[in-house]
């Protein structure tokens, strides 16, 4: 398939026999229009970097990020194509090393597909089919991804639960060595030793390990666990001057590497069969007129789709001068609606109700920097304060990174992770700037354009994405 | 009848249209420059950056991915960058490479990438962030790769 002359589809230039010129030019363009929703379809790549690639591991539930795709009119479905690798091709008995999990924010509708163990790197696709419905416009989606335990590591003695962190121990003969830094693993207590639950709850006995850090002295450790003893009081002795020590098995955790999520998206094609034969014609040169003018703005590629990076773009975005940034350009001079997307969790706490803001400046810049509406456009915001599962507030012993939040290179375990529970807390921004024209891209520069963010309050943004309407 | 052209802006929709039993030769003349217009213009993003600083002296960044092709065959690209005080180097496979040097206060840098390579298909790349010599960090505001829209040569 691909874009013809009217005349290609004919075996010659003056159509079926005894077709009318009308007929034969109103065939020739409704079948090029009814291609677009095939050739035209948008689709683009979005990277981590290479040499901090989110690696995520989750055991209780399925934990990742959003992308923002533009869906276009009616798309029918979304290809993504996960760019992947495992540290090793331990796999569980299920033949993985978990599931990969794709939800669509809006409509819920989700596709679980097991995930093989990828030494090489081969390219992943999961197809999700729009089986609720077709999906226009921005549409949100969660891309995460739920551990099974694979090879067991070792057994350690477990000393103590308290809020996110789990004191352990290595034990002789246990195999397991404790060390310093980012762990994707899972304790599982053993219950005929010497557990005991605080109260009646009925905690879990299975933990995530995001980081743990050793002792300099003994061999112990504090790990950082998910989820965290706040939600589930336990202790492992009710008095632990009598010194009870509990006893656990550690199990490596699928944990894949993600360099990038590449998708395509495609549309319904219009299947209302132009009435080719029929010498008046004014039905299917509308239909073609529709057709067109539908797809000049549905066509129109994204401008930009940037994903989580732990620098900028996946974690905290601080007050102005900070500001998130992303490069643009069109193909052709365009009078229309620059619109941005994206996902943003306030992390101040809330103030009063009415203060509770979040000041959002939105500007976009030219090649040289000037404003294309003379200055920033100013839009507040009545964001709820992004509380996670666990605390948020900062300390050494958290699980910050496993909530999402990755702060210091090294320190903690999973980047731009978020669990599934806490994806609807996010807030969906949709934006759009006043009507402006743009100039085609060339040479030197011209027609390089810059949308510009700024916040007032400290926030969190894990996805963004420019496109024209 | 116009030449075969592929307009630089959308012609519009046709007007004349009031009598559905007639079809004039300028509406189907704009139908047909709308058609190639639509086709040769809606052309993908591949890959945008997110904005990024170096740290240190001599940091390098790399991203890598797989970008997806249009359907048609893609003879060309923009590379788009606004940034200042670095290098951002690019590579494809099977593609080459190219470099976009910032001067020490941000400007915008366009480049168009001549490459042979086939439509519907996945393209590898890998885009390397450095800084130029003399500099702590690039600050790189943002940067995007396009394909460029067709030209007639590139249609039947």
């Known amino acids: ?469 | 009848m116009s030449s075969f052209v592929i307009p630089t802006n959308d012609p519009g929709a046709p007007r004349n249209q009031s009598n559905p039993e007639v079809i004039r030769g300028e509406t189907v003349d704009t139908f047909l420059r709308r058609d190639r217009f639509v086709y040769a213009t809606s052309r993908r993003l591949l890959v945008s950056l997110p904005n990024y600083s170096t740290t240190s002296s001599g940091a390098v960044v790399v991203f890598q991915g797989q970008a997806p092709l249009s359907p048609i065959i893609t003879t060309q690209f923009w590379i788009v960058g606004y940034a200042e005080k670095g290098t951002v180097t690019i590579s494809l496979a099977g593609w080459g490479s190219t470099s976009q040097v910032y001067g020490t206060t941000a400007e915008a840098k366009s480049t168009l990438i001549n490459t042979a390579l086939f439509g519907n298909s996945y393209q590898s790349y890998q885009i390397t962030v450095t800084k130029t010599g003399g500099q702590p960090y690039v600050n790189l505001y943002g940067l995007s790769i396009y394909e460029e829209r067709l030209t007639s040569a590139d249609l039947p």
């Open chain 1, 1 to 469: 398939m691909a874009w013809k002359k009217i005349d290609d589809y004919n075996s010659g230039d003056t159509g079926y026999p005894e077709q009318p010129y009308s007929a034969f030019v109103a065939q020739g363009l409704t079948q090029n229009a009814r291609s677009y929703p095939s050739e035209l379809t948008r689709g683009a790549s979005i990277p981590w970097r290479r040499d901090a690639p989110v690696r995520w591991a989750s055991f209780g539930e399925p934990t990742g990020t959003i992308v923002w795709v533009n869906c276009g009119a009616n798309a029918v479905r979304v290809i993504f194509r996960l760019s992947y690798q495992t540290v090793d091709n331990h796999e569980s008995a299920a033949n993985r090393i978990g599931v990969w999990y794709i939800q669509n924010v809006g409509s819920l509708a989700r596709v679980l597909v097991d995930a093989p163990a990828n030494l090489s790197h081969d390219p992943f696709d999961i197809v999700f089919p729009c089986y609720n419905g077709a999906l226009s416009g921005y549409q949100a989606f969660f891309i995460g991804f739920q551990s099974d335990p694979l090879d067991s590591l070792g057994l350690v003695n477990v000393d103590y639960i308290s809020d996110n962190v789990m004191g352990l121990g290595e034990r002789a003969g246990g195999g397991y060595t404790i060390t310093t830094g980012e762990k994707f693993e899972l304790v599982v207590m053993d219950p005929t030793y010497n557990v005991i639950q605080s109260g009646a709850n009925n905690a879990p006995t299975q933990w995530q390990i995001g980081y743990i850090l050793r002792d300099p002295v003994e061999s112990k450790g504090d790990a950082v666990i998910f989820p965290g003893g706040t939600v589930y009081p336990v202790a492992v002795s009710t008095n632990p001057q009598v010194g009870k020590t509990a006893r656990g098995e550690v199990f490596e955790l699928g944990s894949p590497k993600l360099y990038s999520i590449s998708y395509v998206v495609t549309e319904t094609q219009d299947y209302t069969p132009p009435d080719q034969f029929n010498h008046y014609h004014a039905l299917a040169l509308s239909s073609v007129n529709s057709a067109q003018s539908q797809a000049v703005p549905t066509f129109r590629p994204e401008l930009a789709n940037i994903q989580c990076d732990p620098y900028h773009f996946g974690r905290v975005w601080t007050v102005i001068p900070d500001a998130l940034t992303s490069t643009f350009c069109v193909q052709s001079e365009v009078t229309g609606v620059v619109q941005v997307a994206f996902t943003i969790f306030p992390l101040e706490d809330a103030i009063n109700d009415l203060t509770d803001i979040q000041i959002l400046n939105y500007d976009i810049l030219d090649s040289t920097g000037t404003s294309v509406f003379g200055g920033e456009i100013l839009q507040n915001y009545q964001f709820d304060t992004f509380n996670t599962t666990t605390s948020f507030r900062s300390s050494a012993k958290q699980t910050r990174a496993l909530l999402g939040v990755y702060t210091v290179a090294n320190q903690w375990g999973m980047r731009d992770g978020l669990p599934l529970s806490d994806v609807q807390k996010g807030n969906q921004v949709v934006f759009e700037f006043p009507e402006a024209t743009f100039s085609a891209v060339g040479a030197g520069g011209d027609g390089v354009y810059t949308v510009k963010v700024t916040t007032g309050r400290a926030a969190w943004v894990i996805a963004f994405s420019a496109r024209l309407v």
